[in-house]
Antibody, heavy 127, light 110 residues
Framework: QVHLVQSGAEVKKPGASMKVSCKTS????????INWVRQAPGQGLEWMGW????????VFAQKFQGRVTMTTDTSTSTAYMELRNLRSDDTAVYYC????????????????????WGQGTLVTVSS | QSVLTQPPSASGTPGQRVTISCSGS????????VNWYQHLPGTAPKLLIS???QRPSGVSDRFSGSKSGTSASLAISGLQSEDEADYYC???????????FGGGTKLTVL
């Protein structure tokens, strides 16, 4: 069975960086990409971006461009999401989620439904 | 403000049928399939409906989805107390080149 297991909760100071891991199992890691989605307290789900696992191509929500990096380690079937220059409004539960996707070229992408999700990682940004 | 518009709340009594709407535009729902997720507090969201109306294995047939034009809806029949959760629609937006979510609908079973 498919599992996505995320790293534990973190507390960060404003201006610092965070890096969350998402270790996958139960399927061929390079057969589907990985999304990152967050939920701030009292808010809805917010998509941050997607990484292709075969070639590490990425597409990000405009809001996070320049501040987020998504990477993968195919040797351990693990995806990572790093968010820099943290602010208090980055306090949220961060989820990884599996989804197929593809590039049309010229920077255009499509990402399909999220069929499996990690358990979530609470990141608190506070001075 | 979310790109996709959902009612913030919905409610029903056990056994009733409830529908949750999701409204978008030509660049998102009008061009791409809609997916629905169920989210219980403290747990990971769960895929409920994929590609407008497909139920993943293990999802009860009490849940169904539909799409018409730039709107979609999720129907839950035979409402049960365990259905009390937040429900989100989502799809790809060609103009934004990203996944967009609705703001979520909190379903209360009275």
């Amino acid at each position: 069975q498919v599992h996505l297991v995320q790293s534990g909760a973190e507390v960060k100071k404003p201006g610092a960086s965070m890096k969350v891991s998402c270790k996958t199992s139960g399927y061929t890691f390079t057969s589907s990409g990985i999304n990152w989605v967050r939920q701030a307290p009292g808010q809805g789900l917010e998509w941050m971006g997607w990484i292709s696992t075969p070639n590490s191509n990425t597409v990000f929500a405009q809001k996070f461009q320049g501040r987020v990096t998504m990477t993968t380690d195919t040797s351990t079937s693990t995806a990572y999401m790093e968010l820099r220059n943290l602010r208090s409004d980055d306090t949220a539960v961060y989820y990884c989620a599996r989804a197929e996707g593809y590039s049309y070229g010229s920077g255009s992408y499509f990402v399909d439904y999220f069929d499996y999700w990690g358990q979530g990682t609470l990141v608190t940004v506070s001075s | 403000q979310s790109v996709l518009t959902q009612p913030p709340s919905a409610s029903g009594t056990p056994g009733q049928r409830v529908t949750i709407s999701c409204s978008g535009s030509s660049s998102n729902i009008g061009s791409n399939a809609v997916n629905w997720y169920q989210h219980l507090p403290g747990t990971a969201p769960k895929l409920l409906i994929s590609r407008n109306n497909q139920r993943p294995s293990g999802v009860s047939d009490r849940f169904s989805g539909s799409k018409s034009g730039t709107s979609a809806s999720l129907a839950i029949s035979g409402l049960q107390s365990e259905d009390e959760a937040d429900y989100y629609c989502a799809t790809w937006d060609d103009s934004l080149n990203g996944v967009v979510f609705g703001g979520g609908t909190k379903l209360t079973v009275l």
